[in-house]
């Protein structure tokens, strides 16, 4: 790709996407309330805490099969 | 002295030369032992820098705001792992960076199930169109080119955005992104590959 290729394909760029004008690339408002508002709301659970019964469950379940077929060990060790 | 009398006007946090001056470090200081004067202090002095680094990459002044709050949401968070030494300001542009990029992340996926979704998408649509535009560049035209921006990795599309459309210098998006000026340079020349990729795919001859 050459100098010009780029300096079109930028110049395109430019046209197409939403251009920042001078004021919306100023902040117009303090965002400390906004800021404030967001440190007050109690904290997202982690998403793993959604998770991780799944994981538990699966994990059991795979313990029982195990138990019960034995002879299937070497193939999940194979597959692993 | 109150912490936002500790931080003089002209600076961000930190002086010219990378270094902190004794009250700004103080404010540094309690604001990584968790303080929320002082946290309250860096916010109200950085909201505006933040949110020019953000907008620029997101392009939407709303969503950008959404995202300076969430940028100082991260910062918050880590307040223990900052280091007082380091320049806040650098730190505060790459957790704000981070930010958008997690953004372009969801909005892509997004976007490429909506597009997926409709026979003839203009996801743009809603978006502000530039001013003056070239009349030899057609509306579709346009749109056909931003829609396949938005399809390239979001890392791509930050860099080719600060670069060819910001115009920053090659070294300044490298500090803002946390590589190399040469991985910069590799992104934004994978961007534009790409692109013209895409857009020959739709008859565009770029």
């Known amino acids: 790709m050459n100098a010009s290729e780029q300096e079109r394909i930028a110049k395109l760029l430019k046209q197409a996407l939403p251009q920042v004008t001078d004021d919306g690339a100023q902040l117009g408002r303090d965002l400390w309330p906004a800021m404030l508002q967001r440190l007050r709301q109690p904290p997202e659970p982690a998403p793993w805490l959604n998770q991780v019964w799944f994981d538990w469950a699966l994990l059991a379940a795979l313990a029982v099969w195990l138990a019960f077929f034995p002879a299937a060990i070497p193939v999940l060790l194979y597959h692993l | ?206």
Do not use: C
């Open chain 2, 1 to 206: 002295m109150p912490v936002l009398e500790q931080l003089s006007p002209g600076g961000l946090g930190q002086s010219s030369q990378g270094r902190s001056s004794p009250g700004q470090s103080d404010v540094l200081r309690q604001f990584a032992r968790g303080e929320l004067d002082a946290f309250e202090a860096l916010f109200r002095r950085h909201q505006s820098e933040v949110y020019r680094s953000i907008v620029a990459i997101v392009r939407d002044p709303a969503l950008a705001e959404d995202l300076t709050v969430e940028t100082f949401w991260r910062i918050h968070r880590a307040h223990a792992h900052f280091d007082p030494a380091r320049s806040f300001e650098a730190w505060a542009r790459r957790i704000a960076t981070n930010a958008a990029l997690d953004y372009l992340k969801s909005a892509s996926h997004s976007f490429t199930k909506n597009t997926r979704a409709r026979d003839t998408p203009d996801p743009l649509e809603d978006l502000p169109q530039p001013p003056l535009p070239d009349p030899a560049i057609t509306q579709e035209i346009r749109t056909r080119t931003a829609q396949a921006f938005h399809q390239l990795p979001p890392k791509l599309q930050v860099a080719a955005t600060l670069a060819l459309i910001e115009e920053q210098p090659y070294k300044e998006i490298a500090a803002t992104l946390g590589i190399s000026a040469g991985a910069v340079k590799l992104r934004v020349f994978r961007a534009l590959r790409l692109l013209r990729t895409k857009l020959k795919q739709q008859g565009i001859e770029p």
